[in-house]
């Protein structure tokens, strides 16, 4: 910084101007580490971080649980006010407290990641049911807290949600995801994994309105069989990618209808045509391949 006259001497960083050059060229660079590190250097770095998180748009803390963490968040609570995705997976440290305020501020928020966060409750959800409405993507894996009543405010309030995952949900009925299938016309992502609820009834649902789903994910659903792998096959044409391991009851005669447009992650599986097997007065083997 210093010139060959020395004229500059004493000039640092932060004598840059910071509207069009600082938070434009730099603070984009930096992530949310380097930023709370600048951030200690000085009461003017302070400012200027403070004032800087003003502009950012993107928060990923996943699978962060750093000792002080929510401390740090605490700090974007007060000062974001413009973010448009978050990811807080797996980070068991968020809590209420310090979850509510942030989502309460930030209501231009798209994408919300909160898979695995086992310490918050369904209030939390409460500032992005009313507030954020261009949501389009909601991932709340394993959130064992996710209520019937929270789902159907969540669906009362919202008709843009592109992409949900609620695998793992078990507090969910087949009633209240039938509902918010019927009112997000537009969903192209769906995970429903482990989800007790999921019946035939529920896929013949998705085929119905979810015309434009294009990944499904139904792994562990015990109850569907191919009547509704069936439905699916025959309603969903932009379908791409269909999850269904650990579902005994679905068999390759459905699977097969999508074979060649959709990626299945179970492999063929070859049967005999048993019309084929002649008869010699002996038992016939059902072989599987």
């Known amino acids: 910084m210093a010139g060959t006259d020395g004229d500059n001497d004493g000039l640092s960083l932060f004598d ?47 699978g962060n649980n750093s000792p002080q963490l929510d401390q740090a968040f605490q700090v974007l609570a007060t000062n974001c006010s413009n973010v448009r995705v978050l990811n807080l997976a797996r980070c068991h440290w968020v809590q209420d407290g310090i979850l509510f305020p942030f989502l309460q501020k930030n209501r231009r928020l798209v994408k919300i990641n909160l898979s695995d966060c086992m310490n918050i ?15 389009t993507t909601l991932k709340l894996s394993h959130c064992h807290w996710l209520t019937i009543g929270a789902m159907e405010a969540l669906t009362l309030h919202h008709t843009k949600i592109q ?7 078990a507090a969910l009925n087949e009633r209240c995801i039938s509902v918010f299938l019927l009112n997000c016309r ?35 659903c015990y ?8 439905a699916l096959a025959l309603c969903c044409k932009e379908l791409e990618s ?19 447009r959709v990626f299945i992650d179970r492999p063929r599986v070859y049967q ?10 002996f038992p016939r083997l059902f072989l599987q391949v």
């Open 16 to 62: 840059i101007v910071w509207e069009d050059v600082l938070y434009v060229k730099l603070f984009p660079l930096l992530s949310l580490k380097d930023l709370f590190s600048l951030r200690c250097c000085s009461q003017l770095a302070k400012t200027f971080v403070d004032n800087g998180f003003h502009r950012l748009r993107e928060i990923n803390l996943s």
């Open 121 to 135: 409750t369904p209030r939390s959800l409460q500032p992005v049911i009313v507030g954020c409405k261009q949501l």
């Open 163 to 169: 992409e949900l995952d609620v695998s793992h949900c």
């Open 186 to 220: 537009m969903l192209k992502t769906l995970s429903l994994s482990n989800v007790p609820a999921v019946s035939d009834n529920l896929l013949i649902a998705i085929a119905k309105h979810s015309k434009f789903i294009k990944n499904l994910n139904l792994v562990g």
């Open 223 to 230: 109850m569907i069989t191919d009547r509704g792998i069936g």
């Open 242 to 260: 269909l999850m269904v391991r650990d579902c005994p009851q679905v068999t390759e005669r459905s699977l097969e209808l999508m074979r060649g």
């Open 272 to 281: 005999p045509d048993m019309n084929m097997v002649p008869n010699m007065g």
